[in-house]
C-alpha cells in the first residue's frame, strides 16, 4: 500500500465538497435577502425600524450632550483617562491650550491621565 493512495482520493474529492460548500451558502444567501426584502415590505416591521431608529438617534444624541457637560467621564459618569478615554486616572497631567484672551496666549489645563497611555 502506498501512502499517497489514500490522500490522492481526498484530493480529488476537495474541489467538489468546495463547489457544494459554495452552491449552499449561495443558496442562503438568497433565500435571506428574499426575506429581508418581504419583512422590510411589511409596514409594521417599517414603523419598528423606523421607532427603534429614532429612539437610538435621540438617545446617543442625549448621551453625547451629557458627555460634553462633564468631560473625560464614560456613559456611566465614571472618570477616565483624558487621551486614551477606556482606563481609569491616577494622575492628572498640566497641558496648555491655546485662548486668546488669557495672558501670553495660553491657558493651563488639567486633564486626567491612566499612566499607560
Not at 32 to 43: E, L, V
Not at 60 to 71: M, Y
Amino acid at each position: 500500500m502506498r501512502c499517497g493512495a489514500a490522500s490522492q482520493s481526498s484530493r480529488q474529492s476537495y474541489p467538489q465538497e468546495r463547489r457544494r460548500l459554495i452552491a449552499v451558502a449561495a443558496r442562503r444567501r438568497a433565500y435571506n435577502r428574499a426575506y429581508m426584502r418581504a419583512w422590510r415590505a411589511d409596514p409594521r416591521h417599517r414603523l419598528r425600524e423606523q421607532l427603534t431608529r429614532e429612539h437610538a438617534y435621540y438617545a446617543r444624541k442625549l448621551r453625547n450632550a451629557v458627555r460634553e457637560s462633564r468631560p473625560f467621564t464614560d456613559d456611566f459618569g465614571r472618570p477616565v483617562c483624558g487621551f486614551c478615554g477606556k482606563l481609569s486616572p491616577i494622575s492628572e497631567v498640566l497641558r496648555l491650550r491655546i485662548c486668546d484672551f488669557a495672558r501670553g496666549g495660553y491657558l493651563p489645563v488639567r486633564i486626567p491621565y491612566c499612566g499607560e497611555c
